[in-house]
């Protein structure tokens, strides 16, 4: 009986051991997840991070465009505006000459 015991025993002992081995390699299997996981999250928070940094810059330029642009149209309209008080003083000059070229037809029509 007892010989029998200790063959139970050692059974037992054998099959806890492999079970110890087959629970450390599912830990250790969990453990390199975990690992490959937290691994895996950084570079993707770094991409994410790196997109941010890319999408800022993208911003930054375009509101620098937007801002040359708006100075465009302000000296567009300002060259406009020149133009147009340009083609005004002429045109008055124009008008003025042609009443002095009447103005004269007509004192010479009056002699």
Known sequence: EGAAEMDKVITENKELKEKVVRLEGTIGDMVNQAKDDR???GV????VREERLLARDRE?????????????????????????EEFQGRAAADVRQENGVLRTKCDLLRI
């Open 39 to 41: 691994e895996r999250k």
């Open 44 to 47: 993707e928070l770094e991409r």
């Open 60 to 84: 930054n330029k375009l509101l620098k465009e937007l801002e040359l642009a708006k100075e465009e149209i302000t000296v567009l309209r300002q060259h406009k505006q020149y133009r147009a």
